[in-house]
């Protein structure tokens, strides 16, 4: 295995050999933008698990294992949700304090 510092590249030299070259970045680029689509995504889930509730409870005949289904894949969603929110808050506070001591 390469060390972190070098890495193989797919392009052969004229001999047919591939060459390692040393890496010119030094952290690695985290999906961070990614990760708070998603987390807006579940929110939007969120929305669409209230929605098929509302509808749910409007009926005449109300299901109630269907409402329970909605209320528990709406509580994992919330968890999900708040874990994700988290997490991208802290790695982007993270990375303000550890660029602003660089300074």
């Known amino acids: ?54 509808v749910l409870a409007g009926k005449s005949c109300v299901d109630e294992a269907e409402l329970e289904e909605c209320a528990v894949l709406d509580d994992a969603l919330a968890k999900a949700h708040r874990l994700l929110k988290v997490t991208v808050r802290n790695v982007m506070l993270t990375r303000l304090s550890r660029r602003s001591r660089a300074r």
Do not use: N, W
């Not at 390692?20 to 985290?30: D, F, G, N, Q």
């Not at 990760?35 to 929110?43: H, K, L, N, P, S």
């Open 1 to 54: 295995m390469p060390d972190s510092d070098t890495s193989r590249v797919s392009f052969r030299s004229p001999l047919g050999q591939s060459r390692a070259v040393r890496s010119t970045k030094r952290h690695i680029v985290l999906p961070i933008g990614r990760t708070a689509r998603i987390a807006y995504e579940i929110d939007a889930m969120r929305a669409a698990c209230c929605k098929a509730a509302e």
